[in-house]
């Protein structure tokens, strides 16, 4: 089992930053993948970055040139840092792990609104 917890949860202004965190423990792979999905109100829950233990990255279209994910190995923690959030960035975003299973953290909320 891998337990996950994210941290980071709160409300911008659009144009705003954001960072949120989240933390890995228990039988961590040594080779996974960890990243954040997000999930709208009404919508599917979809991609928004992930990255692997050796650094390579994937990020959804509509956050490109806006988010960054990064990650500490040692500390089995990834961050994704949040700029120029727009109101669509609004929803629950859930931390992810993978490695032949998957989990998810119980997600934390992101509201951006004037």
């Known amino acids: 089992q891998v337990q996950l917890v994210e941290s980071g949860r709160g409300v911008v202004q659009p144009g705003g930053s954001l960072r949120l965190s989240c933390a890995a423990s228990g039988s961590i792979d040594s080779i996974n993948v960890m990243g954040w999905y997000r999930q709208a109100p009404g919508k599917e829950r979809e991609l928004v970055a992930t990255?692997?233990?050796?650094?390579?990255?994937n990020y959804g279209d509509s956050v490109k040139g806006r988010f960054t994910i990064s990650r500490d190995n040692a500390k089995n923690t990834v961050t994704l840092q949040m700029n120029s959030l727009k109101p669509e960035d609004t929803g629950v975003y859930y931390c992810y792990y993978y490695w032949t299973r998957t989990f998810w953290g119980q997600g934390t909320q992101v509201i951006v609104s004037s």
């Open positions: 990255i692997t233990s050796i650094g390579i990255t």
